[in-house]
């Protein structure tokens, strides 16, 4: 199976843009379906985005919408979460996680499989 790694949080102002990247590694990166989510501490974990294994079919929660963007490259094992505008809200530790289905979007937390250590988001305000 594939092992994650989550880069790119950091702190940002309110407005700012963060990309984040997952980079998978073991088996073929191309056999996984992929989503980011994030959590605050004392809250559910949330769903933010999606992609398909091939990445064809991608799905950006309606609240993110317009100002979120999920990628892959499968050449590179990665997945991106681009982050425009963001908002002190959006604070959060970020994971990325896969799922071994070949062309389907999985929105729901509980049925991935794998997913990366996290990493952290900070928006000032």
């Known amino acids: 199976q594939v092992e994650l790694v989550e880069t790119g949080g950091g702190l940002v102002q309110a407005g700012g843009s963060l990309t984040l990247s997952c980079v998978a590694s073991?088996?073929?990166?191309?056999?996984?379906?992929m989503g980011w989510f994030r959590q605050t501490p004392g809250q559910e974990r949330e769903f933010v985005a999606a992609?398909?294994?091939?990445?064809?079919?991608?799905y950006v929660a309606e609240s993110k919408k317009g100002r979120f963007t999920i990628s892959r490259d499968n050449a590179k094992n990665t997945v991106y979460l681009q982050m425009n505008s963001l908002k002190p809200e959006d604070t959060a530790v970020y994971y990325c996680a896969a799922k071994d289905v070949p062309s389907t979007l999985v929105m729901s937390g509980q049925e991935y499989d794998i997913w990366g250590p996290g990493t952290q988001v900070i928006v000032s305000s």
């Open positions: 992609t398909s294994a091939s990445g064809r079919s991608i």
């Open positions: 073991g088996r073929p990166f191309s056999d996984y379906a």
